[in-house]
Structure formats: C-alpha cells, structure tokens
T-cell receptor, first 113, second 115 residues
Framework: GDSVTQMEGPVTLSEEAFLTINCTYT??????LFWYVQYPGEGLQLLLK?????DKGSNKGFEATYRKETTSFHLEKGSVQVSDSAVYFC????????????FGKGTRLSVIA | EAGVAQSPRYKIIEKRQSVAFWCNPI?????LYWYQQILGQGPKLLIQ????????DSQLPKDRFSAERLKGVDSTLKIQPAKLEDSAVYLC?????????????FGNGTRLTVT
C-alpha cells in the first residue's frame, strides 16, 4: 500500500539556519503530495502541496519539489525562525477514487534563538 | 469561514469505560475523516464519510469503535470499552471533495487519556 517515510527527528537548528526535512514515498500511480504543520497546541494545517511531477509547492518561505524519479518531496527553507518550531508531516493522496491522506510519522523541528 | 470544530478538547477516562467525540466539519464539506494520532506517530485514518455514507472503515477496530454521520453534517466517534492503547489524539478533518489534490482541513483534535 501507499506509504510515506520521513527523516527521524527531532531536528534542532539555530535561527537563520537552512532547513531540510527529507520525505520519500511509495505509491501506485501519481499521487498528490503535501506537507502539513502542527504548531504547539494547534491542529494540523496545510503548509504546501504539489499535484504532479516537477511541481514546486511553496508557502511562508518553505518549498518542496515533487521528484518522481527519486519519489521524494523534501521540505526546505533557507532561513528558519523561532516561530517555525513545530512538527512537520509529509503526506500523500492517491489521485484515484476516494482515497484518504496517508501521513509520515512527523519530524519535530526546534529553532533556537 | 469557520473551521472544523471538535469537542471535547481533552478527556481522561479509565479503561473499560466508554467515550464519545464530536465533530462539526466546515459548512458544505461533503467528506469527513476521523484520524487517530498516537504520540510520536503520524495520523492514521479510522473512517471516512462521504455525506452520510461510509467510504472507508477498513482500519476502524469495529469491536470497540463506532462512528456515525447522521444527516451528512456533524459526526460522532465512540469507543466502548476503551483500552490503554486508545490513548491518542483523535482528529477530525473535512474536505469539499474527494480524490487527489484535495487538502484536508483539520480540527484541533480531542486528546484522550485512558488510565
């Protein structure tokens, strides 16, 4: 079945550091790919998405490119802030039928000033 | 627009007791999901509704979990009897449509602790 593998956390970075959170997936066909973020005490929020190969999703300085050849959707940000501290989830959704989102285990990011 | 509403926010019960969670999706959203998020793991789908019909409940432990979505709007998820391993955050999400590319809108979840 479909699955998502994320890099293990926690990740601790200093403010203004470069961030990469790796995400790879296994799926039949051509899924849509998502990054969700969960800030402390809040629900999951959509951060960005890409629906086809080579698409780049971007939001709030975060980017991720849908790489079909490497089945990856790595999340990047050039300069993190303390306010980016959260748990980040990679997820996929098959483009066929009524299939739900499948999530990775999440990566906790802590940014220190 | 108002977001997905869930209640209660927190619940503590003893094992073998029963508990119910409530979710009101975003108005007009036809598809509703219940996910279970155990600490340190990603959300896992329990059940998916399309309007008031069940689309996928293959991962719902039906011997103790039940869910309904009467009238295709709000939904309740029940656990009876609860076990220690049911301790988790129960997330409700909705989307106006199904299929690829449709982002889910999540509520803040109900944190259940079973002692």
């Amino acid at each position: 079945g479909d699955s998502v593998t994320q890099m293990e956390g926690p990740v601790t970075l200093s403010e203004e550091a470069f961030l990469t959170i790796n995400c790879t997936y296994t799926a039949t066909g051509y899924p849509s790919l998502f990054w969700y973020v969960q800030y402390p005490g809040e629900g999951l929020q959509l951060l960005l998405k890409a629906t086809k190969a080579d698409d780049k999703g971007s939001n709030k300085g975060f980017e991720a490119t849908y790489r079909k050849e490497t089945t990856s959707f790595h999340l990047e940000k050039g300069s993190v802030q303390v306010s980016d501290s959260a748990v980040y989830f990679c997820a996929l959704n098959s483009n066929s039928g009524n299939t739900p989102l499948v999530f990775g285990k999440g990566t906790r990011l802590s940014v220190i000033a | 627009e108002a977001g997905v509403a869930q209640s209660p926010r927190y619940k503590i019960i003893e094992k073998r007791q029963s508990v119910a969670f409530w979710c009101n999706p975003i108005s007009g959203h036809a598809t509703l999901y219940w996910y279970q998020q155990i600490l340190g793991q990603g959300p896992k789908l329990l059940i998916q509704f399309q309007n008031n019909g069940v689309v996928d409940d293959s991962q719902l432990p039906k011997d103790r979990f039940s869910a309904e979505r009467l009238k295709g709007v709000d939904s309740t998820l029940k656990i009876q009897p609860a076990k220690l391993e049911d301790s988790a955050v129960y997330l409700c999400a909705s989307t106006p449509e199904t299929g690829g590319g449709s982002p889910l809108h999540f509520g803040n979840g109900t944190r259940l602790t079973v002692t």
